[in-house]
């Protein structure tokens, strides 16, 4: 498809279940990147790729955080052992160079 | 550490009236300067972009923001907006070089609301 794409939409899960993520960016697009959103809140950087590496990963939250993209094209989020604070709107972006920054639909997750 | 303040939360206007949504950056380098738009149920939409040049940006819909760096501003105007223009408007600044080069610091958002 010409934009991002994520997948599941939408998420419901209970406390202490893991969750997955997928992310599949606009082709060609090198930079791709994870953003969460809490209601009432603009999004919050996560991490981000170029390629296949991983750049940088200061807003994971903890260490129930993770993400990879070990083919430089598709990326998922997995978050460990979900808790309720976890519930958020989790959107993924790709880029080409420095210049605009595309996002996806978000994936809305519920934690129950 | 660069970070982004929308002032103002909530902007209701009147149908065909201008508007302008305010945006401050700080960064102790240079910046890249964008606007993003999400209508209801819908995602992130790019507005428009300051990477350099001319310091006024037109974007998409009518919108148009003037970077302004001595005030280290980057304002969102329409001067005549329209019930479409319903949404939530994000401000966002992504550094210009250096180990930060990679992400954007979004401001809280302002919900635009139009009334006929």
């Known amino acids: 498809g010409a934009g991002v794409s994520q997948s599941p939409r939408y998420k419901v899960t209970k406390r202490g279940q893991d969750v997955a993520l997928r992310c599949d960016p606009i082709?060609?697009?090198?930079?791709l990147y994870w953003y969460r959103q809490a209601l009432g809140q603009g999004p919050e950087f996560l991490t981000y790729f170029n390629y296949e590496a991983q750049q940088d990963k200061s807003g994971l939250p903890n260490d129930r955080f993770s993400a990879e993209r070990p083919e430089g094209s598709i990326s998922t989020l997995t978050i460990q052992r979900t808790e309720q604070r976890d519930s958020a709107m989790y959107r993924c972006?790709?880029?080409?160079?420095?210049?605009?920054?595309?996002f996806g639909p978000g994936t809305r997750l519920l934690v129950l | 550490a660069q970070s982004v303040t929308q002032l103002d939360s909530q902007v209701p206007v009147f149908e065909e009236a201008p508007v302008e949504l305010r945006c401050n950056y700080s960064?102790?380098?240079?910046?890249?300067l964008f606007w993003y738009v999400q209508y209801p149920n819908q995602g992130l939409q790019l507005l428009l972009k300051?990477?350099?040049?001319?310091?006024l940006v037109k974007g998409i819909n009518g919108f148009e923001a003037e970077f302004n760096k001595s005030q280290t501003s980057f304002h969102l105007r329409k001067p005549s907006v329209h019930i479409s223009d319903t949404a939530e408007y994000f401000c966002a600044v992504r550094a210009g070089y250096g180990g930060s080069q990679g992400n954007l610091i979004f401001g809280k958002g302002t919900k635009l609301s139009v009334k006929p």
């Open positions: 300051y990477l350099s040049g001319s310091t």
């Open positions: 972006a790709s880029s080409l160079g420095a210049t605009g920054v595309y």
């Open positions: 960064s102790s380098v240079s910046v890249y």
């Open positions: 082709s060609g697009h090198v930079s």
